[in-house]
Protein backbone atom coordinates (compact mmCIF):
# COMPACT_ATOMS: atom_id res chain seq x y z
CA UNK A 1 0.00 0.00 0.00
CA UNK A 2 2.97 2.25 0.51
CA UNK A 3 3.53 1.99 -2.97
CA UNK A 4 0.92 4.34 -3.42
CA UNK A 5 3.26 7.17 -2.66
CA UNK A 6 6.12 6.48 -4.83
CA UNK A 7 4.36 5.22 -7.76
CA UNK A 8 1.29 7.97 -7.77
CA UNK A 9 1.24 10.03 -5.05
CA UNK A 10 -1.79 12.63 -6.50
CA UNK A 11 -4.26 10.12 -7.62
CA UNK A 12 -5.03 8.88 -3.96
CA UNK A 13 -6.05 12.37 -2.54
CA UNK A 14 -8.67 14.36 -2.72
CA UNK A 15 -9.68 17.88 -1.76
CA UNK A 16 -8.57 19.61 0.65
CA UNK A 17 -5.76 16.50 2.50
CA UNK A 18 -5.06 17.15 -1.34
CA UNK A 19 -4.52 20.41 -1.20
CA UNK A 20 -2.22 20.05 1.69
CA UNK A 21 -0.33 17.08 0.13
CA UNK A 22 0.29 19.04 -3.02
CA UNK A 23 1.91 21.83 -0.26
CA UNK A 24 4.13 19.35 1.28
CA UNK A 25 5.34 17.54 -1.83
CA UNK A 26 6.32 20.98 -2.86
CA UNK A 27 8.01 22.08 0.19
CA UNK A 28 9.99 18.48 0.20
CA UNK A 29 11.24 18.44 -3.34
CA UNK A 30 11.25 21.28 -5.37
CA UNK A 31 11.20 24.23 -2.82
CA UNK A 32 14.28 24.05 -1.38
CA UNK A 33 16.16 24.33 -4.85
CA UNK A 34 14.84 27.51 -5.39
CA UNK A 35 14.62 28.97 -1.43
CA UNK A 36 18.05 27.77 -0.79
CA UNK A 37 19.63 29.40 -4.00
CA UNK A 38 17.88 32.89 -2.35
CA UNK A 39 18.68 32.19 1.50
CA UNK A 40 22.33 30.49 1.12
CA UNK A 41 23.50 31.20 -1.68
CA UNK A 42 27.55 32.88 -1.32
CA UNK A 43 29.83 34.13 -3.72
CA UNK A 44 31.85 30.90 -2.82
CA UNK A 45 28.72 28.37 -2.81
CA UNK A 46 26.83 27.14 -0.19
CA UNK A 47 28.27 26.27 3.24
CA UNK A 48 26.97 22.94 4.95
CA UNK A 49 24.98 23.32 8.19
CA UNK A 50 26.30 19.99 9.16
CA UNK A 51 29.99 19.77 8.56
CA UNK A 52 30.96 23.16 7.29
CA UNK A 53 31.74 22.19 3.65
CA UNK A 54 31.39 25.01 1.00
CA UNK A 55 29.40 23.26 -1.49
CA UNK A 56 28.15 24.37 -5.55
CA UNK A 57 25.97 26.91 -5.25
CA UNK A 58 23.24 24.66 -6.56
CA UNK A 59 23.92 21.61 -4.53
CA UNK A 60 20.75 20.33 -2.79
CA UNK A 61 22.87 17.94 -0.82
CA UNK A 62 26.29 18.63 0.80
CA UNK A 63 29.36 16.82 -1.18
CA UNK A 64 31.14 15.64 1.78
CA UNK A 65 28.59 14.38 4.63
CA UNK A 66 25.41 14.09 2.52
CA UNK A 67 22.88 15.97 4.08
CA UNK A 68 20.29 17.88 2.98
CA UNK A 69 21.55 21.60 2.67
CA UNK A 70 18.21 23.67 1.04
CA UNK A 71 16.01 25.31 3.11
CA UNK A 72 12.24 24.62 3.17
CA UNK A 73 9.20 26.45 4.98
CA UNK A 74 6.62 25.29 7.46
CA UNK A 75 3.44 24.47 5.92
CA UNK A 76 1.72 24.96 9.23
CA UNK A 77 3.33 28.71 9.60
CA UNK A 78 5.30 29.56 7.29
CA UNK A 79 8.70 29.75 9.20
CA UNK A 80 11.91 28.41 7.53
CA UNK A 81 12.35 24.46 8.38
CA UNK A 82 14.85 22.27 7.48
CA UNK A 83 13.77 20.48 4.84
CA UNK A 84 14.46 16.86 6.98
CA UNK A 85 12.76 18.24 10.04
CA UNK A 86 9.72 16.63 10.97
CA UNK A 87 8.63 19.37 13.67
CA UNK A 88 8.66 22.77 12.98
CA UNK A 89 10.00 24.18 16.46
CA UNK A 90 8.36 27.62 15.67
CA UNK A 91 4.95 26.29 15.74
CA UNK A 92 5.74 23.59 17.77
CA UNK A 93 3.68 21.45 15.01
CA UNK A 94 4.61 17.94 13.37
CA UNK A 95 4.88 18.58 9.84
CA UNK A 96 4.82 15.55 8.08
CA UNK A 97 1.68 13.37 6.44
CA UNK A 98 4.14 10.74 5.18
CA UNK A 99 5.53 9.57 8.26
CA UNK A 100 3.59 8.19 11.50
CA UNK A 101 4.91 10.52 14.29
CA UNK A 102 4.16 7.83 16.80
CA UNK A 103 6.55 5.31 15.03
CA UNK A 104 7.55 6.17 11.94
CA UNK A 105 6.68 3.86 9.56
CA UNK A 106 5.32 4.96 6.55
CA UNK A 107 1.43 6.80 5.66
CA UNK A 108 0.15 7.56 2.60
CA UNK A 109 -1.35 10.49 4.20
CA UNK A 110 -5.23 9.78 4.63
CA UNK A 111 -5.40 7.05 7.24
CA UNK A 112 -7.07 8.24 10.61
CA UNK A 113 -4.77 5.82 12.36
CA UNK A 114 -1.47 4.58 11.38
CA UNK A 115 -1.59 0.91 10.28
CA UNK A 116 1.33 -0.16 11.86
CA UNK A 117 0.71 1.47 15.58
CA UNK A 118 -2.75 1.77 15.48
CA UNK A 119 -2.28 5.46 16.64
CA UNK A 120 -4.78 7.84 15.42
CA UNK A 121 -3.44 10.67 13.32
CA UNK A 122 -4.93 13.81 15.29
CA UNK A 123 -2.69 12.36 18.51
CA UNK A 124 -3.40 11.34 21.71
CA UNK A 125 -4.27 12.52 24.76
CA UNK A 126 -2.75 12.52 27.71
CA UNK A 127 -4.71 10.38 30.46
CA UNK A 128 -2.49 11.91 33.23
CA UNK A 129 -2.27 15.66 32.38
CA UNK A 130 -4.52 15.96 29.28
CA UNK A 131 -1.97 17.64 26.83
CA UNK A 132 -2.02 16.51 23.23
CA UNK A 133 0.70 14.79 21.82
CA UNK A 134 2.28 13.88 18.58
CA UNK A 135 5.08 11.74 20.02
CA UNK A 136 4.54 8.40 21.79
CA UNK A 137 5.53 9.86 25.55
CA UNK A 138 3.79 12.68 26.56
CA UNK A 139 6.17 16.45 26.23
CA UNK A 140 4.71 17.38 29.62
CA UNK A 141 4.85 14.36 31.99
CA UNK A 142 6.36 11.38 30.48
CA UNK A 143 3.52 9.13 30.33
CA UNK A 144 4.23 6.34 28.01
CA UNK A 145 1.06 7.17 25.21
CA UNK A 146 1.16 4.03 22.92
CA UNK A 147 1.86 -0.20 23.75
CA UNK A 148 5.32 0.44 21.91
CA UNK A 149 6.19 2.72 24.43
CA UNK A 150 4.88 1.36 27.44
CA UNK A 151 6.72 -1.98 26.42
CA UNK A 152 10.41 0.06 25.70
CA UNK A 153 9.80 2.05 28.84
CA UNK A 154 9.62 -1.31 30.87
CA UNK A 155 12.56 -2.86 29.04
CA UNK A 156 15.17 0.32 29.61
CA UNK A 157 13.84 0.14 33.06
CA UNK A 158 15.25 -2.97 33.79
CA UNK A 159 18.42 -1.99 32.37
CA UNK A 160 21.38 -1.60 35.31
CA UNK A 161 22.26 1.58 34.05
CA UNK A 162 18.99 2.64 33.96
CA UNK A 163 18.30 1.79 37.90
CA UNK A 164 21.66 2.84 38.95
CA UNK A 165 20.26 6.73 37.34
CA UNK A 166 17.23 6.70 39.16
CA UNK A 167 18.76 5.26 41.65
CA UNK A 168 21.40 8.65 42.19
CA UNK A 169 18.26 10.49 41.05
CA UNK A 170 16.48 9.52 44.56
CA UNK A 171 19.42 10.09 46.43
CA UNK A 172 20.15 13.36 45.16
CA UNK A 173 16.70 14.32 45.57
CA UNK A 174 16.31 12.97 49.20
CA UNK A 175 19.41 15.04 49.56
CA UNK A 176 17.93 18.40 48.54
CA UNK A 177 15.08 18.01 51.25
CA UNK A 178 17.80 17.64 54.15
CA UNK A 179 19.67 20.01 53.80
CA UNK A 180 23.25 20.33 55.72
CA UNK A 181 23.93 22.23 58.79
CA UNK A 182 24.26 25.56 58.39
CA UNK A 183 25.70 26.52 62.28
CA UNK A 184 27.18 25.20 65.24
CA UNK A 185 23.63 26.23 66.84
CA UNK A 186 22.30 23.86 64.28
CA UNK A 187 24.56 21.05 64.47
CA UNK A 188 23.21 21.12 68.56
CA UNK A 189 19.88 21.31 67.65
CA UNK A 190 19.48 18.04 65.76
CA UNK A 191 21.55 16.44 68.54
CA UNK A 192 18.70 17.41 71.12
CA UNK A 193 16.18 16.42 68.86
CA UNK A 194 17.84 12.79 68.23
CA UNK A 195 18.13 12.03 71.58
CA UNK A 196 14.24 13.16 72.11
CA UNK A 197 13.73 11.00 69.18
CA UNK A 198 15.19 7.99 71.26
CA UNK A 199 13.43 8.62 74.52
CA UNK A 200 10.30 8.41 72.60
CA UNK A 201 11.00 5.41 70.88
CA UNK A 202 12.82 3.99 73.93
CA UNK A 203 9.10 4.61 75.92
CA UNK A 204 6.93 3.39 73.02
CA UNK A 205 9.35 0.04 73.23
CA UNK A 206 8.68 -0.35 76.87
CA UNK A 207 5.19 -0.08 76.36
CA UNK A 208 4.58 -2.91 74.15
CA UNK A 209 7.16 -4.49 76.36
CA UNK A 210 10.69 -4.71 74.08
CA UNK A 211 13.48 -4.95 76.44
CA UNK A 212 16.50 -4.81 74.55
CA UNK A 213 15.43 -1.49 72.12
CA UNK A 214 17.77 -0.83 69.13
CA UNK A 215 17.48 2.57 67.86
CA UNK A 216 17.27 2.47 63.94
CA UNK A 217 19.41 5.11 62.41
CA UNK A 218 17.44 7.80 61.00
CA UNK A 219 17.10 7.37 57.56
CA UNK A 220 18.73 10.53 56.19
CA UNK A 221 21.77 11.57 57.93
CA UNK A 222 22.04 15.38 58.10
CA UNK A 223 25.53 16.57 57.13
CA UNK A 224 27.99 19.64 57.55
CA UNK A 225 28.13 21.95 54.74
CA UNK A 226 31.19 20.35 53.24
CA UNK A 227 30.54 16.58 53.29
CA UNK A 228 26.85 17.34 51.64
CA UNK A 229 28.73 19.25 48.85
CA UNK A 230 30.60 16.84 48.71
CA UNK A 231 28.66 13.98 48.41
CA UNK A 232 26.13 15.33 46.30
CA UNK A 233 28.86 16.49 43.74
CA UNK A 234 29.96 12.83 43.53
CA UNK A 235 26.31 11.56 42.76
CA UNK A 236 25.75 14.08 40.43
CA UNK A 237 28.58 13.33 38.28
CA UNK A 238 28.36 9.48 37.95
CA UNK A 239 24.71 11.01 37.35
CA UNK A 240 26.16 12.58 34.46
CA UNK A 241 28.25 10.23 33.51
CA UNK A 242 25.70 7.63 32.71
CA UNK A 243 23.64 9.97 30.55
CA UNK A 244 26.40 10.62 28.33
CA UNK A 245 26.91 7.29 28.38
CA UNK A 246 23.40 6.13 27.37
CA UNK A 247 23.66 9.66 24.47
CA UNK A 248 22.29 8.75 20.84
CA UNK A 249 24.04 8.10 18.21
CA UNK A 250 21.97 9.53 14.86
CA UNK A 251 19.50 7.06 13.75
CA UNK A 252 17.40 6.92 10.40
CA UNK A 253 14.40 7.77 11.94
CA UNK A 254 13.57 10.57 14.29
CA UNK A 255 11.00 8.78 16.10
CA UNK A 256 13.34 6.29 17.35
CA UNK A 257 15.40 8.97 19.31
CA UNK A 258 11.98 10.60 20.72
CA UNK A 259 10.90 7.33 22.29
CA UNK A 260 13.92 5.91 23.45
CA UNK A 261 15.41 9.25 24.68
CA UNK A 262 11.75 9.39 26.69
CA UNK A 263 12.24 5.69 28.28
CA UNK A 264 15.77 6.71 29.46
CA UNK A 265 14.81 9.74 31.22
CA UNK A 266 15.68 9.60 34.95
CA UNK A 267 12.53 10.62 37.52
CA UNK A 268 12.64 13.72 39.72
CA UNK A 269 15.95 15.88 38.33
CA UNK A 270 15.92 19.10 36.17
CA UNK A 271 17.17 17.28 32.95
CA UNK A 272 17.41 19.59 29.36
CA UNK A 273 17.91 17.31 26.31
CA UNK A 274 20.69 18.91 24.40
CA UNK A 275 20.19 18.16 20.54
CA UNK A 276 22.73 17.35 17.96
CA UNK A 277 20.88 19.23 15.35
CA UNK A 278 21.85 23.03 17.36
CA UNK A 279 22.87 21.84 20.28
CA UNK A 280 19.81 23.18 22.06
CA UNK A 281 18.62 22.65 25.06
CA UNK A 282 15.15 21.42 24.80
CA UNK A 283 12.45 20.37 27.68
CA UNK A 284 12.55 17.25 25.80
CA UNK A 285 13.40 15.29 22.35
CA UNK A 286 9.67 16.64 21.65
CA UNK A 287 10.98 19.88 20.99
CA UNK A 288 13.22 19.16 18.53
CA UNK A 289 12.60 19.41 15.28
CA UNK A 290 15.94 16.93 14.29
CA UNK A 291 16.23 14.66 16.58
CA UNK A 292 17.50 12.43 14.28
CA UNK A 293 20.89 13.48 14.75
CA UNK A 294 20.65 12.06 17.89
CA UNK A 295 20.86 13.60 21.39
CA UNK A 296 21.46 13.31 25.45
CA UNK A 297 20.22 14.49 28.60
CA UNK A 298 22.24 16.51 30.76
CA UNK A 299 21.60 18.28 34.22
CA UNK A 300 20.30 21.62 34.75
CA UNK A 301 21.93 23.04 37.96
CA UNK A 302 20.48 25.23 40.33
CA UNK A 303 23.39 27.68 39.25
CA UNK A 304 23.30 26.84 35.55
CA UNK A 305 23.19 29.55 33.48
CA UNK A 306 22.04 26.93 30.70
CA UNK A 307 18.57 27.53 29.70
CA UNK A 308 16.31 25.42 28.24
CA UNK A 309 14.67 27.17 24.88
CA UNK A 310 11.65 25.61 24.50
CA UNK A 311 10.09 25.12 28.01
CA UNK A 312 6.22 24.02 28.18
ZN1 LIG B 1 28.04 18.37 5.10
ZN1 LIG C 1 5.49 26.09 11.93
ZN1 LIG D 1 2.70 4.52 13.77
ZN1 LIG E 1 1.04 13.98 30.36
ZN1 LIG F 1 17.09 20.38 18.64
Redesign the pocket.
Known sequence: MFDDITQNPELTNRGSQQLQREELAREYTEEPLTQQAVQMNTANGVQCPHCGTINEPEALFCASCGNPIGKSTCPNCGAPVDPDADFCETCRHYIRTDVCSFCGAPLTGQEAFCPECGSPRGGIV??????L?DFSF??????PLTEEARQMMEKVREMPEYKEMQRLANEIQQMEMTPPYSSERDVLRDQKNSKLRERVLKLLAEDRGIANLVIPEPRHKRMGQGEYEAQKQERLNRLAEILEQMAQPPQPKPAQVRNYAMACKPQGMRLAWECNFKHALHSSPCGCAKPQMGGKWIILGKNTRQEIKDDI
Open positions: CPVCRTNCRQCGT
